[in-house]
């Protein structure tokens, strides 16, 4: 199990800034790749960022490149989605999810790839 608590939602202007933090618990953190997910009312789940074990390699939706960015922290068990010149389109909760294992091509951005997800964290852009 590794439970994944997100925190950092909050209602923010368009052209504003927000970061989301998800924190893990457990000591195999590092074992997993780690990614963030939206999902807007009425909408599939999509993805949007993902990071691998060590923090070496990052892809982002074509819809956030540009302006979000994602990032880890294995000693603090976290992972960080920072969020700039956002936009009402991204409003939706904002999920992160643990993989243990990989395969495919673009695998990761198949939400039925990862093994744990958080809660979410609302996250609303008022324009």
């Known amino acids: 199990q590794v439970p994944l608590v997100e925190s950092g939602g909050g209602l923010v202007q368009a052209g504003g800034s927000l970061r989301l933090s998800c924190a893990a618990s457990g000591r195999t953190f590092s074992y997993y790749t780690m990614a963030w997910f939206r999902q807007a009312p009425g909408k599939e789940r999509e993805f949007v960022a993902v990071i691998s074990r060590n923090g070496g390699s990052t892809d982002y939706a074509d819809s956030v490149k540009g302006r979000f960015t994602i990032s880890r922290d294995n000693a603090k068990n976290t992972v960080y989605l920072q969020m700039n010149s956002m936009k009402p389109d991204d409003t939706a909760v904002y999920y992160c999810?643990?993989?243990?294992?990989?395969?495919?091509?673009?695998?990761?951005?198949?939400?039925?790839?990862?093994?744990?997800w958080g809660q979410g964290t609302q996250v609303t852009v008022s324009s």
């Open positions: 999810a643990a993989a243990r294992t990989s395969g495919g091509s673009r695998w990761y951005t198949r939400p039925g790839a990862y093994d744990y």
